[in-house]
Each structure stands twice: as C-alpha cells, then as structure tokens.
C-alpha cells in the first residue's frame, strides 16, 4: 500500500492557501443545470472526483452510472434518473453498494417512479424503469439519516407536474445542507417555502443563469485544525466568504473556541492565532463532516468534550467512529460513547515518535489527522484517497511548508 511521510512541524509561517472549489455546491448546480438542459454558465467547478464523476456521467449519459465511491452523486443521479424517465443502473463500488438508499428509493417509488434492486434489498446497484406519472404531491421522509435524500428530491421537485410537499419527520440532521439546496434552487429562479418540518416546492421552471461555486468550508477546516494545533503562525485562505451557503461555515465558531481568530477579508478569510477558550461540547447534527477534524483537534490541544449528532458516521466511506476511535487510540487519545448518543472525546496522553495512520478508503480520515505533524512525525497510509475531495491537498502542505515523503 502507498503511504506518505510528513515530517514535524511545530510552528507555521505566513502561508496563503488557494481552497478547491465546494464539491456540494458543485455536485447539486450540475444537477439543476442537467434539469434546464446545460443552459447555465457554470464557473469553478470542483476538481474532486466525486464532481468530475458526475460532470462526466452527466455528459456522456451512459446506460450504466458507476459512480465508483461517491455517495452524493449515487443519490443525486438516483431520483435525477427516476424523477426524469431514464432507464439507468446505478453502481458504484463494493463499499458504496452497502450504503443504504432504500429510505430515498421508497420516496421516489411514492411519487411514482418505478426502480428495482438488482440485488440486495435496500442497497445498489438498482435500476430505474422509468417515470409512468406522479402518484403522490405529498410524502413524508425521515430527517435523521441522509440530507441528500432530500436534496435529491427537492431538485427534481419543480419539475414535477403536481410539484411535491416534504414533510421531514424524527430528528433532522444536516438541517444546514438542505437549506444549501433550497437556496441554491432559488438562485436558478425557483421558490419554496420552509416552515417547521415541511417544505413545499410548487411546479415551476428553473430559470437559466450564471453561477460561481464557492471555496469549499470541509476543505478549509483541516487548515482550521492545523493552525490551532501548531505553535503560531497565520494562514489566509482564499475565496471563502461570510455569507456562505455551506454548513461547514460553522468551523469559524468551532475554532473560534479552540484558538483560531478568523477574520474576512476581501478575497477570503485570515485565521490567526488566539488564546483557547476551551470547547466541552458540540452537536453535529448539521455539519457531521467536521466531526473528524475537531475530534482531532480536540485530541491534540488538550480539550475534552462531548459530541452528540454523529449518527450519519456510521454510513459514510467508512464507519467513522469505529475509525476514528481506533487511530485516535494510537495517541492515547479516547472516543467513548457513555450515554446514547453522547461521545466523550479524551484528550491525547502520550504520542509515539511516529504514528501511522490507516485512512480506510476515506479521504477525511487522511486530511483530519494531518495536523498531527505538529506533535510527531507522522505516515499516512493510501495517501490518494484525498482525490474524492481535494486532490490537490498534499500539494498545498506543501505550501505550508510540509515536505511530504510519498512511498511505494
């Protein structure tokens, strides 16, 4: 297996980071610009694989969609395919065929798609067989298990002929990446309402337009974490703004509290050094993909907290709990669930000289535990698996003054 060797890092300099575009903004405005037929000029895509994959899929409308490993383009093409009667099947690989989707294919079957499983109940690959009409303007979905199986209903939904009516039902989680949706729909012209757990979207056409995805908030937290971790040190981080649509925004507050003073500028966001002010608990209910990188965090400046919210890490790329509590033991550091639901993050007792850290075949494992550098020397195994995301991460440490060792 190929691995990468980062060497200590204490402390940084003065480093400017150029942020790969957000794959969600990305991944969600290629589906509405697929549903008014290319006629939008879209700029800064994502150069994440999970976004050329479905550029790609897109483009060349193949009777197979093998979204290989990416879970927002399974969905998204999903009710794209259905909703839209196309004769597709949906694959991916051996991992992404055991994440669940039955939630959204018993959705898209009530509104009136026809799709089969191809071979386990509940999971791809599955085939959709066309659209014969709409059998129901309103359905009921759970909240507390994927967004994007609402964000894959709620694109399709102004193209619908009766519309659809949304109610949202349990605890709803990734609240912030549903109203990325919604504002991004409304953007290409469509209206909504939003009102407690429901959320109606009248038949309606999307308007044309031009569109800039933004900086992408996931990316930009490993940099957060990073210069919390390391001794001193400044880092600007381009094309992110304020108003941000993304629900990983939410790092600024995070950080905020774990040493990192942000302040935005034109042209992005300067983080600098300040004093800890500690953080004991955190919900990530509506941002689970940072719940890595502030485990760390956490781990490496001292600080224990509970975490709730992390419900949906069962079912990403890999298990991320069960991931997490077994690299994070490597530093002596603990993740425990004591009450339901309530994690207890301990901080790191005593790190090795080395540590190395396996990343199961998920590309957050790799860039949530980076700023380990700043404690020991640090490998990192199947350093590639950044690509689904944010392929040009290794070479921006490089910027940051790393100098990564790649092995065979």
């Known amino acids: 297996m190929k691995s990468i060797d980062l060497p200590l890092l204490e402390s940084l300099g003065q480093v400017r980071i150029p942020l790969p575009s957000s794959k969600s903004e990305s991944n969600r405005v290629l589906i509405i610009d697929a549903l008014t037929k290319g006629k939008n000029l879209l700029s800064n895509l994502a150069e994440a694989r999970d976004t050329q994959t479905m550029i790609r899929l897109l ?29 597709k099947t949906l694959t991916g690989t051996p991992r992404m065929c055991e994440r669940p ?5 018993d959705a898209l079957r009530e509104i009136g798609a026809e799709i089969d499983y191809l071979k386990e109940e509940g999971y791809p690959p599955l085939q959709t067989r066309g659209f014969g009409g709409q059998k129901s303007r309103e359905i009921s979905i759970r909240g507390d298990v994927s967004s994007q199986y609402i964000s894959a209903l709620l694109m399709n939904a102004p193209l619908l002929p009766q519309g659809l009516i949304l109610n949202l039902t349990g605890k709803v989680g990734s609240r912030t990446y549903i109203t990325m949706t919604l504002e991004l729909m409304k953007t290409f012209g469509v209206n909504y309402q939003f009102e407690g757990n429901q959320i109606r979207v009248a ?13 992408d908030w996931s990316g930009a937290s490993y940099w957060f974490s990073l210069l919390a ?10 094309g992110l703004k304020a108003d941000s649509l993304q629900g990983d925004a939410r790092i600024v507050s995070i950080m905020d509290r774990l040493g990192v003073k942000s302040t935005f500028q034109e042209g992005g966001v300067l983080l600098q050094k300040q004093p800890v002010l500690g953080l004991s608990e955190f919900d990530f209910t509506h941002c689970p993909d940072l719940a890595q990188t502030v485990a760390v965090t956490c781990a490496l400046t001292g600080q224990q907290a509970d975490f709730t919210g992390l419900e949906s890490l069962r079912i990403k790329e890999t298990d991320r709990i069960d991931a997490l509590q077994r690299e994070l033991a490597k530093i002596g550091a603990h993740l425990r669930e004591g009450r339901t639901g309530v994690f207890t993050l301990t901080p790191a007792a005593q790190i090795p000289e080395i540590v190395e850290v396996e990343t199961y075949d998920d590309h957050r494992m790799a860039m949530a535990f980076m700023p380990l550098i700043t404690k020991t020397k640090l490998r990192i195994l199947d350093p590639e698996v950044v690509n689904k995301s944010y392929p040009s991460f290794w070479k921006h440490c490089e910027l940051a003054g790393i100098n990564p060792v790649f092995k065979n």
């Not at 999307?206 to 933004?214: G, I, P, R």
């Not at 971790?229 to 381009?238: D, Q, T």
């Open 101 to 105: 989707i039955g939630i959204l294919v």
């Open 203 to 215: 038949p309606q056409e999307y308007q044309a337009t031009s569109f800039s995805v933004e900086s």
């Open 229 to 238: 971790c390391a001794g001193a040190g400044e880092l600007f981080l381009e």
């Open 59 to 87: 483009k060349d409308d193949p009777e197979v969609y093998d979204v290989l490993d990416a879970g927002t383009t399974m969905r998204f093409l999903t009710a794209f395919a259905a909703l839209n009667n196309k004769i």
